[in-house]
């Protein structure tokens, strides 16, 4: 289970990548490769992004 105070890349990590990759990007994260992405939770992420940290969570959790 993912949940918001999970760091982005060990979110990536709970399942298929490429598809949690995706719901992330679909949300308007495009950087997850940046150097931030690897120290960074999906709350903090997802309030630099303007994007509600518990619908995203439960977007991916859909995923795995």
């Keep these: 289970m993912i949940t918001k105070d ?25 950087c997850l490769h940046c150097m931030l992405a690897h120290g960074e939770t999906i709350e903090e992420a997802a309030a630099v992004h303007g994007i509600d940290a518990d619908e ?7 995923v795995l």
């Design 6 to 30: 999970m760091l982005i890349m060990d979110a990536l990590k709970q399942g298929d990548a490429e598809k949690l990759a995706q719901v992330l990007q679909d949300s308007g994260m495009h």
């Design 56 to 62: 995203l969570v439960a977007k991916l959790n859909a």
